[in-house]
């Protein structure tokens, strides 16, 4: 599979024709997505249109940007003009946003091809694809397997050479898990440092945009285009973001890294035994490499749960019928909103959103909301103490290779355990990347996570090449 890199550096000298670059990752939909369900809607039509533009402007002397020609599908939370957005879900239904998400408008400006919108779970609640209203995504690597999730198409679509880079979001793990099961660079950037602006809110102070990749150059390719301050998004970092992909070939030499003891409990060997090897590769590659208790990280996933279901709570609140999609008559309003909300939100979503509206309520706000943004503060300053010694840590990314489609859909609890070693990075706010770095049994990817301190994005890029480079 060509990667990014060389796709856009090809089509930018005239060297290959976007049109041919598009034709190739349209067959390779054609051949599997029938079996696999990544999109839930493909751009055939579009893709090709945007592709001859391209090429126009290329044969016209201008430059189509850094993602010229390059195919990219979009996760289904994006908000793209005039094309339906459905988040996975019936409440959505026929709705089409009257506007481009940022992150968007900026990957067609840098000449990207938009061939698609990729399947989630609901509303990105959940860590298989299984939540879609419309069906699951299965992993390309075996499709009796879940993705992982919730971006879990967008990863597949990257895996299964659909796509050659895709779009996700993050709130707990959503890029960074499925990228890992299915075998692909995932990178969840650091809070604030590419624009929510346009990306359908789950929990507003945890989610973040990011790339999914076939490698780490190709994932600086993109997270250099779609990073940087954005006026519409308050929430955006003002200053312009340094470049990744310039300092790939920097190497580790003299870094500290610390591996996350408290991370590396209760995981399956195989994927504990990656981690190890990482670590050697690493150190090995001139970093200094030891272990270190990050002891509070383990408050993250209950911390987690209540703040991310409070937060959607608040922000499902708008799906009523009134301005959005699916509407369900009833005798009067209140009985619309109630049944438009009964017939369009899924099982999962119904779940989180009485979870966090108990999380909320009067007599109970202090002892779940107040315990919860007690304890993301204690992460915090545990991250805070760690990175004082390190320059970067190291963790697994998930407990398991991906697992069989149904194996964790009648128990939430074990389904939330999937996002135990992803989740931390969320509540302090940091960036992290999840480098592929082996398989385990059956064949099935391993990936490895490299975590940040906040807008330390270069340092955490130099040693995800370092290890890149370490399996070649
Ligand atoms: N799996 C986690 C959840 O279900 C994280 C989801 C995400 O990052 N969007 O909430």
Redesign the pocket.
């Known amino acids: 599979m060509t990667s990014a890199v060389d796709i856009a550096r090809d089509v930018r000298a005239g060297a290959r024709s976007a049109r041919d670059v598009v034709e190739t990752h349209l067959s390779a939909v054609a051949g599997r997505e029938a079996e696999l369900h990544a999109f839930n809607l493909v751009l055939a039509d579009e893709a090709r249109a945007g592709a001859d533009e391209i090429d126009r402007r290329v044969a016209a002397g201008e430059d189509p940007g850094p993602l010229a020609g390059v195919p990219v599908a979009l996760k289904d939370n994006l908000c793209t003009r005039g094309i339906p957005t459905t988040c996975s879900s019936r409440i959505l239904e026929g709705w089409r946003p009257p506007y481009d998400a940022t992150v968007v408008a900026r990957v067609r400006a840098a000449g990207a091809v938009v061939v698609g919108k990729t399947n989630m779970?609901e509303f990105?609640?959940?860590?298989s694809t299984e939540n879609s209203a419309f069906g699951p995504t299965r992993n390309p690597h075996d499709p009796s397997r879940v993705p992982g999730?919730?971006s879990g198409g967008s990863a597949a679509a990257v895996a299964a050479g659909f796509a050659s880079l895709a779009l996700g979001?993050?709130?707990?793990?959503?890029i960074r898990?499925p990228a890992a099961l299915c075998g692909v660079v995932g990178v969840k950037p650091t809070y604030g440092l590419v624009s929510r602006y346009g990306l359908v809110a789950?929990a507003s102070s945890l989610d973040q945009v990011g790339p999914f990749a076939g490698s780490v150059a190709d994932a600086a390719l993109l997270l250099d285009v779609i990073a940087g301050h954005d006026p519409a998004d308050s929430t955006s970092v003002p200053r312009p973001a340094p470049s990744c992909s310039a300092v790939l070939g920097d190497g580790v030499e003299g870094l500290r890294i610390g591996v996350v003891r408290e991370l590396l409990e209760g995981i399956d060997p195989e994927v504990a035994a990656r981690v190890s090897a990482a670590a050697a590769a690493l150190d090995a590659a001139g970093a200094k490499v030891e272990e270190v208790g990050v002891p509070a990280t383990t408050l993250a996933l209950s911390a987690y749960y209540v703040l991310?279901t409070a937060e959607a709570s608040s922000n499902l609140a708008r799906y009523d019928g009134a301005r959005y999609g699916l509407r369900v008559a009833g005798d009067d309003v209140t009985a619309m909103y109630g049944a438009t909300r009964a017939a369009g939100f899924g099982a999962e979503v119904k779940r989180r959103i009485m979870l966090g509206t108990y999380a909320l309520s009067a007599g109970y706000y202090d002892a779940y909301y107040g315990q919860a943004q007690r304890a993301r503060t204690l992460i915090i300053r545990a991250f805070d103490v760690a990175y004082a010694s390190y320059d970067l840590l190291l963790a697994p990314v998930t407990p398991t290779t991906a697992f069989p489609l149904g194996a964790k859909t009648a128990d939430p609890l074990t389904m939330?355990l999937?996002?135990v070693c992803t989740i931390p990075s969320n509540l302090a706010g940091h960036p992290a990347i999840s480098v592929p770095y082996g398989l385990g049994a059956g064949g099935l990817p391993i990936g490895v996570q490299i975590l940040a301190p906040a807008l330390a994005e270069t340092t955490m890029f130099r040693a995800a090449a370092a290890l890149e480079r370490s399996l070649a």
């Open positions: 779970d990105a609640m959940g860590s999730g919730s979001s993050d709130t707990g793990g959503s898990q789950f991310a939330y999937s996002d």
